[in-house]
C-alpha cells in the first residue's frame, strides 16, 4: 500500500462565530489543508455523550468499476451493512485486513451473495487482491451523526439534539492507527459554521 496514505496529521480548528438562530439547525464545516486549499473526502462526525434512540442505519454501497473502489471513502454507522457490487468486466477480489473489519470477498463478478456488516467502529482499509491500484476507506463511527465534505471542501453535518458531544474530525492521509482530531461540544442552540484547517499541505 503506498506510503504516502499514512503520514502524520496535526489538526487545528478554527471556529468562525456566526449569527444565533434556532436550535438544532445543521451545521456548514469547512475542512482545509495548511495552505488553506479545501480538501474533500475529510469524515466529520459528533458522538453524543448521552444515550440516543436505537436506530437502523442505513445500508451503503462501495462500487467497483474502471477498476476503482467508488466512492474512495465511505462513513458509516456502526452497524451498517455495505455492498460491494463489481460493475467491471474482469473480476475482483476485495478484502481488508483492518482490526476493525477483517474480510476477504472470494475472486467474483457481479454482486457478492450478501453485503457485509460492520459492527465495530474505526478505520478499515479496502484492497484489491489482483489489482493493487485499487484502494478504499471505510470510517465506521458510533453516531448517527456524520458527515463527508464534497469538493469544495465543505460538509455539512446533522442537526444536533441539545447535549454535549465529543466532535471528531478524520482524514485518509493522517498516520495508520492514529486518533481523529476531537474537541468536547456542548450544543444548546445553533453551532455557528466551523473551519477544520489540517496541517498539511494536499498533495
Given at each position: 500500500?503506498?506510503?504516502?496514505f ?26 482545509t489543508?495548511?495552505?488553506g486549499?479545501?480538501l474533500?473526502?475529510?469524515?466529520v ?15 451503503a ?14 462513513v ?7 455492498s ?69 471542501g ?50
Amino acid at each position: 500500500m503506498p506510503a504516502q496514505f499514512f503520514r502524520p496529521v496535526a489538526l487545528t480548528i478554527l471556529l468562525c462565530i456566526g449569527a444565533n438562530n434556532a436550535a438544532f439547525a445543521s451545521t456548514l464545516i469547512s475542512v482545509t489543508d495548511n495552505s488553506g486549499q479545501k480538501l474533500e473526502d475529510a469524515v466529520v462526525y459528533a458522538e453524543p455523550e448521552f444515550t440516543l434512540p436505537s436506530n437502523k442505519p442505513e445500508p451503503a454501497v462501495i462500487e467497483q468499476k474502471n477498476r476503482q473502489f467508488i466512492p474512495l471513502v465511505t462513513v458509516v454507522q456502526v452497524g451498517s451493512l455495505i455492498s460491494f457490487p463489481n460493475n467491471d468486466n474482469v473480476k475482483h477480489q476485495a478484502y481488508s485486513f483492518s482490526p476493525a473489519k477483517t474480510f476477504e470477498l472470494k475472486l467474483y463478478s457481479g454482486k457478492p451473495t450478501a453485503p457485509l456488516l460492520f459492527d465495530k467502529a474505526g478505520t478499515v482499509t479496502v484492497g484489491c487482491n489482483i489489482h493493487d491500484q485499487m484502494l478504499a476507506f471505510i470510517h465506521v463511527v458510533n453516531t448517527p451523526f456524520f458527515s463527508k465534505t464534497d469538493a469544495r471542501g465543505n460538509a455539512t453535518l446533522p442537526a444536533l439534539p441539545a447535549g454535549k458531544y465529543t466532535l471528531k474530525v478524520w482524514h485518509y492521509e493522517q498516520a495508520q492507527g492514529s486518533e481523529p482530531y476531537s474537541q468536547v461540544l456542548q450544543v444548546a442552540k445553533e453551532i455557528p459554521p466551523m473551519t477544520v484547517k489540517l496541517n498539511f499541505k494536499r498533495r
